[in-house]
């Protein structure tokens, strides 16, 4: 589970990098440049990606730390003895 979280988390950074990086400008017939609002929606849309991934991994690797945690508390070699 932790390993899943691991991979989510480290494609929702990839993807951050990614959209961080992306270029949303395109050349103008004066020679120039100008944003364009369709690239911009894009680069919205893959940090919006990057972030819901980011959180899932992080969610993810929390529950398989807690599980990993709660599972040595309930296993009999953990337990003390009475």
Do not use: E, H
């Not at 589970?1 to 990839?14: K, P």
């Not at 100008?34 to 993810?60: E, P, T, W």
């Amino acid at each position: 589970m932790r390993a899943i979280g691991l991979l989510l988390l480290l494609a929702g950074l990839a993807l951050g990098v990614f959209a961080f990086t992306f270029d949303i400008s395109v050349p103008s017939n004066d020679g120039g440049r100008i944003i364009n609002q369709g690239l911009s929606a894009d680069r919205l849309i893959y940090m919006l990606a990057a972030v819901g991934l980011f959180v899932a991994g992080a969610v993810q690797d929390a529950a398989g730390a807690l599980s990993a945690k709660l599972g040595a508390l309930a296993s009999p070699s953990g337990a003390k003895g009475t």
